[in-house]
C-alpha cells in the first residue's frame, strides 16, 4: 500500500537545474527520515541528502553541498531535492527512501537524471 514515486528527471545542459519530487501515498511522512540517493552503472546507490521531514536542516555530501537543496512539504506529502548547477559527474539515476528505522524503509523506482557536457 505504502509507495514512494520520484518525478522530475530529464536531460539538461551542465549548469542547468532541475526539481525533484517524491510524492508519497499510503502513509505519512511526518514521522520518517528521508534520504535521496543517486546510482550510476556499476557503482553502488549512494546517498546524497538527507533530512527528517518537516525540518529546515538537511545534510549532504560534499559534492552536492551548495548545489542541491532538500525541502518537504506537509500538506503535498512530499519531499524536493532542488538541484542548481548541474554537472555531467551528476548523471545517474536518483531514488528517495523514507523510513523510521534503517530495517524499515520505503523506496521509489527512481527517476533519471542526465546532463549533457
Known amino acids: 500500500e505504502a509507495q514512494l514515486v520520484e518525478s522530475g528527471g530529464g536531460l539538461v545542459q551542465a549548469g542547468g537545474s532541475l526539481r525533484l519530487s517524491c510524492a508519497a501515498s499510503?502513509?505519512?511522512?511526518?514521522?520518517?527520515?528521508i534520504g535521496w540517493f543517486r546510482q550510476v552503472p556499476g557503482k553502488e546507490r549512494e546517498r546524497l541528502a538527507c533530512m527528517n521531514f518537516g525540518d529546515t536542516n538537511a545534510f549532504y555530501i560534499g559534492s552536492v553541498k551548495g548545489r542541491f537543496t532538500m525541502s518537504s512539504d506537509s500538506a503535498k506529502n512530499t519531499v524536493y531535492l532542488q538541484m542548481d548547477s548541474l554537472k555531467p559527474e551528476d548523471t545517474g539515476v536518483y531514488f528517495c527512501?523514507?523510513?523510521?528505522?534503517?530495517?524499515?524503509?520505503?523506496w521509489g523506482q527512481g527517476t533519471q537524471v542526465t546532463v549533457s557536457p
Open positions: 527512501s523514507a523510513h523510521i528505522t534503517p530495517s524499515e524503509a520505503y
Open positions: 499510503g502513509f505519512a511522512l511526518d514521522d520518517y527520515a
